[in-house]
């Protein structure tokens, strides 16, 4: 029979060799193009929906679930593959340094805070606009567009949202202040002609 000492450094060594163990264990990370294979079939996303969303080719997505091709390494295209997705872009192991500047707009965070609250997943998000915007609403949420400046399609956002007219007159308003801004015009010091201009849109659209 074991003496309490020669107990307690036999569970020490145990427990050492173990955690040896565990940190030699080899870390098998999933593939890149296995992990997008799973989402696609996840959600039963068709490749050719897929390609549409992230601006991509049909042959282009299927080289990407390809595992005898190297995965993309443009930045671009991981960042609007991860938005689809729903992960950070850092979780494929190709993404290196972001190619373009992320635009942080509150318009922008106000919407996917809307979509976690109503339980909309990014591909029904995705699937209520016609095909030819949804890339452009994956690069809007991935920080590379701003919100829509047309008021239509900012509307049409809102709506399958389900914002009110007050929500997504706001983001316009913000909007419309930038473009006017980064267009050289001091909207403080014309804030009499500014604030008459948004009196008219808010009789245009039945906000007053």
């Not at 997505?61 to 991860?82: H, K, M, Q, W």
């Not at 509307?155 to 267009?183: A, F, P």
């Not at 001091?186 to 201009?197: E, P, Q, T």
Request: contains cysteine; aromatic residues 10%.
């Amino acid at each position: 029979m074991l003496s309490l000492n020669k107990m307690i450094k036999y569970i020490y060594f145990e427990n050492a060799n173990e955690d040896n163990i565990m940190k030699n264990k080899p870390i098998i990370q999933e593939k890149s193009s296995e992990k997008v294979t799973r989402f696609l079939d996840k959600n039963s996303l068709h490749k050719k929906d897929f390609a549409e969303m992230i601006g991509v080719t049909l042959s282009y997505v299927y080289n990407l679930i390809d595992n005898a091709i190297p995965f993309s390494t443009r930045g671009t295209t991981l960042e609007r593959i991860a938005t689809v997705m729903e992960i950070e872009p850092e979780e494929f192991e190709e993404y290196k340094i972001p190619q373009e500047p992320i635009l942080v707009d509150d318009s922008v965070e106000f919407l996917k805070d809307a979509m976690k609250e109503k339980g909309i997943t990014m591909i029904n998000f995705l699937k209520s606009f016609p095909r030819k915007k949804r890339l452009d609403i994956v690069d809007m949420l991935r920080g590379a567009l701003p919100v829509p400046i047309d008021f239509k399609e900012l509307t049409m956002i809102g709506q399958v949202l389900d914002l009110n007219k007050d929500d997504i007159y706001s983001m316009w308003e913000k909007r419309m202040k930038q473009v006017l801004e980064l267009n050289g015009m001091n909207i403080y010091s014309n804030a009499a002609l500014v604030n008459s201009m948004f009196d008219c849109a808010k009789k245009y659209i039945n906000l007053k």
